[in-house]
């Protein structure tokens, strides 16, 4: 009997325990589970966080593009008659084919705003409401969160409710040519929606990695519960309950002692301790995430921690977006430098381009101030008659903000820059023999630490060289940049050189008439004094009168003729696509009626250029070799108009000679096809 009463007491006991230990175990499960939450909220405000990050990222470089494709259609924008313009006076207002070509594209909306008073109006725009109509001649309105940094000529990113829409927006001012007024603006944006749905899978992704979690710990808890049962520790039970009890209201700012006992309530003690800190680690380790602090130091409890090792993936995927971003905005920078360096050499070369000295001291002394270069120096051919009689003669050298009165010729293949000039082909070096090049100043002199060659190049034919110095290298952009450059330059100085010998020609042919005049004088004199002594010479004078009527009535028709000629040229013009080549190739005159079905502002952009620029080597080749028979040349070819359409054109070729069949220029008659 006594024995079967202790038996009863220690079954009570352990019933008792067992009642103690499920209470546990559900105050742990609740713990874990409000943990959980904590986490889960804690991951979707990381995460709406990192989506809205990605999504500006994204707007940033749709931006980029809306603008290539308002640049490519309508140039720079400018206010003409109080609307938003391109070069060609072409209004952007009510205009929609941009904005749904974005639309359909890139499944984002896209707005143009013109400056209206204190607000913007929307001109142009893919935002549609219920009806399907757009929001045209609309305002921004100046209590938008946007209005102000656009206002400010500043780009502007955030959250915005359109037509009761959610849209993460992103816009960019438009600022008139050559000055800081913003005269319209830029917009787009995207759904929210699309944003929350990736939200949404990353939140569920890392909700069932926690209750994964929380399903082991669960299970680990029920072992040692079911273990701690064969013992009679009711008081260390309770004191772990009391904990457990805390850390179920989410409660994880608590100390717990390691235990010394080595008996199950002990060692689950000590684990517990051990997850506390561990979760304490985790919470503040996705605090600082949430703060953006990314270099946050973090150890998980182990290798099969699913959530610090998530967390982890997170900050490396969020560390590796901030890395791609700073990359991207780098290259942006660079890219802009060029484009912005390109249009201001672009305008340099518009002047001054009857000047080869003038010219080349413009070129090379802002190249060297944007470069940020220590001197430099541009070598140009010289128009011999004979490839053995060519050199490279130094036009201009500029160093520290300061022009240099250098006198300089090089042979072909004589140093480094001979070299250039044979080989056609750039040359950068940044280790320099002693005393190959010095740069001297007030404070002394020093050799440079890099050296740039570059042929200026354009279809092969080569005029001459640029030679720049500095103290620094050159990075790979500034080289891109600089062979670029040369190719206009090298276009330029052709032009140039063109344009003299034709100046040269033209005194020429002044000198020879003043000549003629003068011949013409001397000869009537002496007709005179003939006529006083010699009736027979006076009797030929008569006879020269009589020509000379002639010859006048001769001249007077002659001139009807030409006149008659320049009216059926000038008919002739306005009907048909005429471009006038010289008889090396090279384009003299283009008339209006081409240059406007290319969309050319001005002839100057393709006065200059050769042959060989549109229809390649071997084909220019041909034509020349055919027309140098006084035959026409004709052909078919499809040319891209510059508005993303191809036509095909029938081009002839036709020369026209002197009286002895030698061409003195090319006429190219253009003729569109109809398909």
Not at 85 to 96: A, F, K, P, R
Request: with cysteine.
């Amino acid at each position: 009997m006594k024995n079967q009463s202790k038996n009863e007491k220690k079954g009570n006991l352990l019933v008792k325990l067992s009642g103690v230990s499920g209470i546990t175990a559900l105050f742990l499960l609740a713990a874990i589970i409000l943990f959980s939450v904590i986490s889960v909220r804690s991951v979707r405000s990381t995460s709406m966080e990192t989506a809205l990050m990605m999504g500006r990222d994204k707007l940033t470089g749709y931006m980029f593009y809306f603008e290539n494709m308002i640049f490519n259609e309508y140039g720079l924008l400018s206010l003409q008659d109080g609307k938003l313009s391109g070069q060609d006076s072409v209004s952007m207002e009510y205009q929609y084919e941009i904005v749904d070509r974005i639309n359909a594209a890139l499944g984002i909306v896209a707005t143009v705003f013109i400056s209206d008073g204190d607000d913007f109006r929307r001109i142009s725009t893919s935002i549609v409401d219920e009806s399907g109509n757009r929001a045209i001649d609309t305002y921004l309105g100046t209590n938008s969160a946007a209005y102000p940094a656009v206002h400010s000529g500043e780009d502007y990113s955030g959250t915005a409710v359109i037509l009761g829409r959610d849209y993460l927006t992103y816009y960019r001012p438009i600022f008139a040519p050559d000055s800081k007024t913003v005269i319209g603006t830029l917009f787009i944006g995207t759904e929210m929606t699309k944003i929350l749905q990736v939200i949404s899978k990353n939140t569920s992704d890392h909700v069932n990695q926690i209750f994964i979690i929380a399903l082991i710990i669960l299970l680990t808890l029920i072992v040692v519960n079911t273990m701690s049962i064969n013992m009679v520790l009711v008081k260390p039970i309770r004191a772990v309950t009391a904990i457990i009890s805390r850390l179920s209201t989410g409660d994880i700012n608590q100390q717990i002692e390691e235990s010394k006992s080595r008996d199950e309530v002990g060692t689950m003690k000590n684990e517990l301790k051990q997850l506390i800190d561990g979760l304490k680690d985790t919470a503040n380790f996705a605090q600082n995430i949430g703060k953006g602090n990314l270099h946050a130091e973090y150890q998980p409890l182990s290798e099969k921690d699913v959530l610090g090792n998530s967390l982890l993936e997170m900050r490396q995927s969020l560390q590796n977006a901030e890395k791609t971003q700073a990359m991207h905005a780098e290259i942006e920078k660079h890219r802009n430098w060029a484009t912005s360096g390109l249009a201001k050499f672009a305008e340099i070369l518009r002047k001054d381009n009857n000047n080869l000295e003038t010219l080349s001291y413009n070129i090379i002394s802002n190249l060297v101030k944007y470069l940020d270069a220590s001197q430099g120096g541009i070598f140009i051919v010289n128009d011999a008659d004979s490839a053995e009689e060519a050199f490279l003669e130094m036009k201009a050298c500029y160093a520290f903000d300061r022009k240099k009165f250098v006198e300089k010729q090089i042979r072909p293949g004589e140093g480094l820059i001979g070299t250039c000039y044979l080989e056609g082909e750039p040359i950068y070096m940044t280790e320099l023999p002693d005393h190959y090049i010095s740069i001297t100043s007030g404070l002394g002199e020093a050799n440079p630490k890099s050296v740039l060659i570059c042929p200026l190049k354009v279809n092969d034919d080569i005029y001459g060289v640029i030679e720049l110095a500095s103290f620094n290298e050159f990075e790979p952009y500034q080289l891109e940049f600089v062979q670029k450059l040369c190719e206009s330059i090298a276009s330029t100085i052709s032009a140039v050189k063109v344009n003299i010998r034709t100046g040269k020609l033209l005194e020429q042919t002044k000198l020879q008439a003043e000549e003629m005049a003068n011949a013409e004088e001397e000869l009537r004199q002496n007709m005179e004094e003939m006529q006083a002594t010699q009736e027979e010479m006076r009797r030929r004078e008569n006879d020269l009168q009589d020509s000379m009527v002639k010859m006048k009535e001769a001249q007077v028709t002659a001139e009807i003729k030409e006149h008659e000629m320049q009216q059926f040229y000038n008919a002739f013009s306005d009907s048909c696509h005429l471009i006038i080549y010289s008889s090396e190739g090279v384009i003299t005159d283009v008339n209006d009626k081409l240059l406007k079905l290319f969309n050319i502002p001005d002839k100057s952009v393709w006065v200059g250029l050769r042959m060989t620029d549109f229809l390649g080597e071997e084909t220019s080749r041909k034509v020349m070799e055919q027309l140098a028979q006084g035959k026409s040349y004709e052909e078919c070819q499809a040319i891209d108009t510059g508005a993303g359409e191809k036509i095909n054109f029938r081009q002839k070729f036709t020369p026209i000679c002197d009286s002895q069949g030698k061409p003195l220029w090319i006429l190219l008659i253009t003729t569109p096809e109809q398909n």
